[in-house]
């Protein structure tokens, strides 16, 4: 791996003890999996928002979804842009090195470079739609997401705080972008699930991740891919993921409100 | 009479404040915000991580998260393990700052903490060594800043001394026959650490007045920084002065023996929290 003179460098090379564990530890997991009752497909897990809590970006939200996954969001308002034309969204998404459960991600490297900018296209494609952007011409609006743990559903996730910390800040949008996570596990006749934890996104079969925008019931983005069996299946998980926004959008609208009356007070006082 | 606005003149303005010895917060020039830190099992836990904390001064967020991994020590240190901390500043944490690599804040506070843990012996590198020449662990600690509003590297340095109270190791053990490291992921141990140093900042105006803990605006209203290390001992562990005005040893004795105080009030800090999380 070339030198990244930027950042202190340790050893070369190194491994996770988890790496040397042995059988014990996936055995464990196996019984794990198992032994746990079959999850129910259609739960969602407990959504945590909260937009509003950073000081020095414009508009800002932390969502934690209950299989552990947490992202903070910042978000600033239209900044003059160099070049004419239409106002532009610029998004980019970082992983904490310690995000993920297995290897340390090394910060400088090509592959989580390219993952990071992938997901930050991705981002961009979901929130397009629900920014008024014909309304900034010649500005730039940027979002910019970290992934603090990976628990699964990682991107889903991160597209509702960016929505969210896109409110926050003022920026005029038709309506939040809600993110939702599906996978299909391997086995032959496996139904899809929402909102994956991370072991189960693991050895999934296929992926899907959904952006809608729900008081306009329009699909910002999907994502995804993989076996995942003949069309109806797929169409079957496009309208699993659709309920699942749905059924998010209350609490992402609630913590909106929220942080508007915190900052009313704040004025007052 | 002139009236000078926060944004048109700051430095008339808070030279205003400062002469009443006092700060447009409400401080004392001696006084330091709010400090609260979350470790480990408390809430905004980093499950993924081997020990973190989340440390807010005032407004300053810094997160720390510490990831433990097995390497071969190098050829010329066979008993030293590694300790490498890294310093990030992403674009959410303030305007100023651009994605993309770390940049030249980032790089300084990255080397000041590798010179702290170093000149504090807060962790001895020997004491991460499992087997001389073959094994030791690697202790990364990323330091993410999440929201900043100055006093970096205050909030840094104690958020990795919390994350390294939390860490536990498992066990390893290296099989004679066959030569391959064993880890049993259930029989763990905490990190042995020796010294808890703690920073203490000063912000120097108008090459004369001190002031503590300082703010955003402060720091870029002032004519310079100091940064001093202490341990538990009460004994200086290093002094960051990255040039900036000169300061006369008399102000600089003053600036230690705050360091001094300020050590002892986190330590009870750090000691209330770590009691009400471990388990009875």
């Not at chain 1, 999850?39 to 939200?61: E, H, I, M, V, W």
């Not at chain 1, 809608?212 to 496009?238: F, I, K, M, T």
């Not at chain 2, 290390?229 to 023996?257: M, N, W, Y």
Request: glycine share 8%; aromatic share 4%; net charge negative.
């Amino acid at each position: 791996m070339p030198l990244d003179h930027r950042r202190l460098c340790g050893p070369e090379e190194s491994q996770p003890p988890a790496l040397w564990a042995g059988t014990a530890a996936e055995d464990d997991e196996d019984e794990e999996g198992t032994g746990a009752a079959p999850r129910d497909p259609c739960a969602l897990r407990p959504l945590f928002a909260r937009a509003g809590l950073l000081s020095q970006a414009q508009g800002s939200a932390y969502v934690e979804l209950g299989s552990g996954t947490k992202v903070l969001c910042a978000a600033w308002g239209p900044r003059e842009a160099a070049e004419p034309g239409p106002g532009r969204l610029l998004c980019e998404f970082r992983r904490a090195p310690f995000a993920g459960r297995g290897a340390r991600g090394r910060p400088g490297a090509v592959a989580e470079r390219e993952a990071e900018r992938e997901a930050a296209a991705a981002l961009r494609e979901a929130l397009e739609p629900a920014v008024r952007l014909g309304r900034y011409p010649r500005a730039r609006l940027a979002v910019s997401a970290l992934l603090l743990q990976d628990g699964g559903s990682a991107l889903a996730a991160a597209v509702s705080a960016a929505a969210l910390a896109l409110a926050d800040a003022g920026v005029e949008m038709y309506d939040l972008a809600v993110g939702c996570a599906l996978c299909r596990p391997p086995a032959p006749a496996a139904s899809w699930m929402l909102q994956p934890a991370e072991p189960e996104e693991r050895r999934a079969a296929a992926r899907l991740t959904l952006a809608l925008l729900p008081a306009l019931n329009q699909v910002s983005a999907v994502l995804g891919g993989g076996r995942g069996g003949p069309p109806e299946d797929w169409a079957q998980a496009l309208r699993l993921g659709l309920d699942g926004c749905h059924r998010q959008y209350p609490v992402l609208r609630q913590s909106l409100l929220r942080a508007s009356q915190r900052r009313d007070a704040a004025a007052a006082a | 009479l002139s009236i000078c606005s926060r944004t048109v003149e700051p430095l008339e303005y808070y030279r205003r404040f400062l002469k009443e010895n006092c700060r447009p917060d409400g401080r004392e020039l001696g006084e330091f915000r709010t400090t609260t830190v979350n470790i480990g099992k408390c809430l905004c836990s980093i499950t993924t991580a081997d020990g973190s904390a989340l440390v807010k001064l005032g407004n300053t967020t810094v997160i720390c998260g510490v990831k433990a991994e097995l390497a071969a020590p190098a050829v010329d240190s066979a008993n030293k393990g590694y300790i490498v901390p890294n310093v990030e500043l992403p674009s959410l944490c303030a305007e100023r700052f651009r994605s993309g690599p770390p940049g030249e804040e980032a790089q300084a506070a990255s080397q000041f903490i590798a010179d702290v843990i170093e000149n504090s012996q807060m962790i001895v590198k020997e004491d991460l060594c499992i087997a001389n020449g073959k094994l030791a662990w690697v202790l990364y600690c990323d330091i993410i800043c999440l929201d900043y509003d100055g006093n970096l590297l205050d909030a840094s340095v104690f958020a990795l001394l919390a994350a390294l109270k939390n860490v536990q190791l498992p066990l390893v053990t290296i099989n004679e026959e066959t030569g391959l490291s064993e880890v049993n992921l259930k029989q763990k141990n905490p990190l042995i650490i020796r010294k808890h140093p703690v920073a203490t900042s000063f912000a120097i105006f108008d090459d004369t007045l001190l002031i503590v803990d300082p703010t955003a605006e402060e720091e870029d209203l002032a004519t310079g920084t100091v940064t001093i290390v202490t341990d538990e001992e009460g004994r200086l562990c290093s002094v960051h002065k990255p040039g900036g005005s000169p300061l006369t040893g008399a102000k600089l004795q003053d600036c230690i023996t705050r360091a001094i105080t300020r050590h002892k009030e986190v330590k009870k800090l750090i000691d209330k929290v770590i009691k009400s999380i471990t388990p009875k």
